[in-house]
């Protein structure tokens, strides 16, 4: 019993002193930035910060990039904007070799902070990451991996940080910034393009570009401390740089060119279509269907998640919801006079989106180009069949 005793109490001081290390002036704190890996989740990199103290036997790092796949209602809690990241830690090396064999850039920034600022950012991080405090909300673009290395540091140098722009900056939308990691004509790109409204298509201020890790390796770089306007990373240097490999981009597989065939087929359709005078319901069926249910995921996305991103959704003007509630006309002889001012608001609607993306209110997806010309095609063949059938009865 005393020996069981003996054991707990000494595996509880260990815990109790392992969490009040005082860091030795030969302390160092880094931000540590990786670069992009291949799957989408990896497209935009990592941030992390590496505590290294020699003299505590110290190198770990902490990053807030941590998630856990089988939690319960994981991928609904993702639909709806209510999925918990949270902070962890590892032993620096096994950090690095995790990147390094993953063939990912590492970048090291030494931060220039005194005594008591490096120990105020330690024990941050360090009651951050017990198991009550280390889950938080992840927003995107305003609460990731990336948005908490500048926030924690502004916290131990009691936001005594003075950003400065990068030279050769140009703010960005928030949808550029997007496209600058992710190639226009790919799969991921499709899905943002098409479930992120037009907020994102405003102009990120300098320090909301942060929600970028390379944008924290940047003005980081450029960054001064208030009370003494030193730099802000007295050290940088890369720790691992990507060895190139030959990528290989299949255009055959890319949406551009599925959509293309898909716009071909439609528009083959509509014109054997209008040399028999006749109609292929079943194409019309999938058109209404297909955009009918892309509206109401867009709409869930807009109104009953907690996504900022999918705000004021104008893909609505093609994606419109209202399609699948009028699939009953399409299986009638003759359909109602008000079908016909109804496929007359879809075309208007297709002409309201190009003026949309012409102005700049919101960029779409390119991958859709030949799509939705070849649904406006569609819509007009239906305008006028329907008409001159209306003129024959």
Request: aromatic fraction near 16%; charge should be positive; proline fraction near 3%.
């Amino acid at each position: 019993m005393h020996k069981k005793l003996f054991i707990i109490f000494t595996f509880l001081f260990v815990i109790v002193n392992a969490q009040q290390i005082q860091l030795s002036p030969n302390a160092e704190i880094s931000v540590l930035t990786i670069g992009p890996g291949t799957s989408l989740n990896d497209t935009f990199g990592h941030s992390a910060f590496r505590v290294s103290d020699p003299n505590n036997n110290l190198d770990e790092t902490f990053d807030y990039g941590r998630f856990d796949f089988e939690a319960p209602n994981f991928y609904l809690n993702f639909a709806r904007g209510k999925l918990n990241y949270s902070i962890g830690d590892s032993i620096y090396y096994d950090f690095l070799s995790f990147y390094i064999r993953q063939n990912r850039s590492v970048k090291e920034q030494v931060l220039n902070l005194s005594q008591n600022e490096k120990q105020k950012l330690y024990n941050f991080l360090l009651e951050n990451n017990k198991p009550e405090n280390r889950n938080y909300l992840y927003e995107f673009f305003f609460d990731n991996c990336a948005t908490k290395i500048k926030d924690v540091v502004k916290i131990a140098t009691n936001n005594g940080i003075e950003f400065h722009t990068p030279q050769g900056f140009e703010a960005e939308n928030f949808r550029k910034l997007i496209h600058n990691n992710v190639k226009r004509n790919s799969w991921g790109s499709l899905g943002i393009d098409i479930a992120l409204g037009s907020v994102i298509d405003r102009k990120a201020t300098p320090e909301e570009h942060m929600f970028l890790p390379e944008n924290i390796y940047f003005f980081f770089e450029n960054a001064t401390l208030k009370h003494s306007e030193a730099p802000l990373v007295k050290i940088s240097k890369v720790i691992y740089s990507k060895k190139e490999t030959g990528t290989y981009d299949n255009f055959f597989i890319s949406p551009l060119f599925i959509f293309g065939i898909i716009g071909l087929l439609i528009a083959l359709v509509t014109y054997k279509d209008f040399k028999k005078n006749k109609l292929s319901k079943w194409l019309d069926v999938a058109l209404f269907s297909i955009t009918g249910i892309i509206g109401v995921l867009i709409l869930l996305l807009w109104f009953a998640t907690d996504h900022t991103g999918t705000h004021q959704n104008y893909n609505l003007l093609w994606a419109f919801t209202l399609n699948i509630l009028v699939l009953g006309q399409l299986f009638k002889k003759n359909v109602s006079p008000w079908f016909i001012k109804y496929l007359k608001l879809l075309v208007i609607l297709l002409c309201l989106l190009t003026l949309h993306w012409s102005i700049g209110v919101q960029t779409f997806a390119i991958a859709l180009i030949p799509f939705l010309i070849a649904l406006s095609v569609r819509y007009m063949y239906l305008i006028n069949y329907f008409n001159k059938k209306a003129t024959d009865l």
